[in-house]
């Protein structure tokens, strides 16, 4: 039986040339499109594919948010990261959060149609290098610093934050104030770019 994939990926072209490379292959069928993660999640509850193929970012519900959607419900698909970013903290989070494949963009189609396969089958496949880079350097932050820092650097004020994550000001500065330290920035704005450097955010 042929193995049925979505692909998840917010750029119209990208999402369309994956599918189309994918659909050559005579036991792959990409069964559904996702311009973001929200409508990735609602298709995976009503078609059940073997295999999601996913970016990173994504408007509503991001790749990583994703891949740990779909462990927390313990559905049967496998989730493959497939990124232009190369970065340590990521692949780190994405293997927290499950994921059974982690690839770069730049990957021959070749290399994607085999780790399907692979993962289908069982195995986990990761971008070698970046998964010797992974463990070199660990991510100090909280889930919680991380999403105070990631509000602070889309340019939401600490009222914004207290606001939409439902904490007092004084406690989003601590959050801030931990996670500037840590980092070793001086301000909000450049540790939220340092943490976004690092694949932390």
């Known amino acids: 039986m042929n193995i049925r994939v979505i692909v998840?990926?917010?750029?119209?072209?990208?999402?369309g040339a994956l599918a189309a490379l994918l659909n050559i292959e005579d036991d792959i069928d990409v069964v559904g499109q996702a311009i973001d993660g929200k409508q990735a999640l609602e298709l995976?509850?009503?078609?059940?594919p073997e295999v999601l193929l996913t970016d990173i970012e994504m408007p509503h519900i991001t790749g990583l948010e994703l891949a740990a959607e779909v462990h927390r419900r313990k559905l049967p698909t496998k989730v493959i990261i497939l990124t232009t970013f190369a970065r340590?903290?990521?692949?780190?989070?994405?293997?927290?959060?499950?994921?059974s494949g982690y690839l770069?963009?730049?990957?021959?189609?070749?290399?994607?149609?085999?780790?399907?396969?692979?993962?289908?089958g069982g195995a986990r496949v990761i971008d070698p290098e970046l998964a010797a880079e992974a463990w070199?350097?660990?991510?100090?932050?909280?889930?919680?610093?991380?999403?105070?820092?990631?509000?602070?650097?889309e340019g939401s004020s600490g009222a914004e934050i207290a606001e939409r994550l439902n904490l007092s000001e004084g406690t989003v500065r601590n959050y801030l104030s931990e996670a500037i330290n840590?980092?070793?920035?001086?301000?909000?704005?450049e540790a939220a770019r340092i943490a976004r450097q690092k694949g932390w955010l």
Do not use: C, F, H
């Open 8 to 15: 998840a990926e917010d750029q119209a072209m990208v999402r």
């Open 44 to 48: 995976l509850l009503t078609v059940k």
């Open 88 to 99: 340590a903290g990521y692949l780190r989070r994405a293997l927290d959060a499950g994921v």
């Open 104 to 120: 770069l963009k730049d990957a021959p189609s070749s290399t994607l149609a085999n780790a399907i396969r692979r993962i289908r």
């Open 136 to 153: 070199t350097e660990g991510d100090p932050l909280t889930d919680r610093e991380r999403q105070v820092l990631r509000y602070a650097g």
């Open 182 to 189: 840590k980092l070793g920035a001086s301000n909000r704005t």
